[in-house]
Nanobody, 121 residues
Framework: QVQLVESGGGFVQAGESLRLACRPS????????MGWYRQAPGKQRELVSF????????RYTDSVKGRFTISRDIANNTLYLELNSLEPDDTAVYYC??????????????WGQGTQVTVSS
């Protein structure tokens, strides 16, 4: 069992930035893959980005490429998601996850409680 605690959400204007943080209950190097999902009101939950802790490989959904950056700080045992040039469509609850790859697809096993990001136009 891995517990994940997110922080860093908030209310911002379009074009501004936020940094989300996630601290797992185990050492981050013990987790194969960590990622961020988001769910906007009335929409399905979508995978935003993930990072492999074994080789640093990252992936992003097309709508955030060039604007969001996923990273991890091993010394502080924290996963980050830097959100830049935020748009109203980025408004959602953002969830930190940990999981594995199954036939090339990221499969989350554990979820945080979520942190709200609201972007005003």
């Amino acid at each position: 069992q891995v517990q994940l605690v997110e922080s860093g959400g908030g209310f911002v204007q379009a074009g501004e930035s936020l940094r989300l943080a996630c601290r797992p209950s185990v050492g981050i190097t013990r987790i194969w893959i960590m990622g961020w999902y988001r769910q906007a009101p009335g929409k399905q939950r979508e995978l935003v980005s993930f990072i492999r802790n074994d080789n640093g490989l990252t992936r992003y959904t097309d709508s955030v490429k060039g604007r969001f950056t996923i990273s991890r700080d091993i010394a502080n045992n924290t996963l980050y998601l830097e959100l830049n040039s935020l748009e109203p469509d980025d408004t959602a609850v953002y969830y930190c996850t940990s999981g594995l790859l199954d036939r090339g697809e990221y499969q989350p096993k554990f979820w945080g409680q979520g942190t709200q990001v609201t972007v005003s136009s």
